[in-house]
């Protein structure tokens, strides 16, 4: 399966965006689906992660009650809405998605990668 990211931008602290990551080449329904983020000079961290049907999601504890992770299987889209951005927030943020029946937290459960879209959040 192909993903691409896309939503990125600038965005003033305090602001949001909306991220999405549109599959094809695959069944959408059959994975479970996450977003990650890299900033500068730091690891890859998981964010977000939501299983295949939509009903059951995760978050990383630094965007738990500020981020939501939801996804359209009719559209083959996961999406990431983000509020309350803040200068931490800023990195690059990757789609991914796992054939994988349960939730990881590392990049490498994941078989399939987006390219990455790049948040910005100016204080």
């Known amino acids: 399966v192909q993903l691409q990211a896309s939503g990125g931008g600038l965005v003033q602290a305090g602001g949001s965006l909306r991220l999405s990551c549109v599959a094809s080449g695959g069944t959408f329904s059959n994975y479970n689906t996450a977003w990650f983020r890299q900033a500068p000079g730091k690891e890859r961290e998981f964010v977000a992660a939501?299983?295949?049907?939509?009903?059951?999601?995760r978050y990383g504890d630094s965007v738990k009650g500020r981020f939501t992770i939801s996804r359209d299987n009719s559209k083959n889209t996961v999406y990431l809405q983000m509020n309350s951005l803040n200068a931490d927030d800023t990195a690059v943020y990757y789609c991914?998605?796992?054939?994988?029946?349960?939730?990881?937290?590392?990049?490498?459960?994941?078989?399939?990668w987006g390219q990455g879209t790049l948040v910005t959040v100016s204080s």
């Open positions: 939501i299983n295949w049907s939509g009903f059951s999601t």
């Open positions: 991914a998605a796992s054939s994988r029946s349960a939730f990881y937290y590392t990049p490498s459960a994941y078989n399939y």
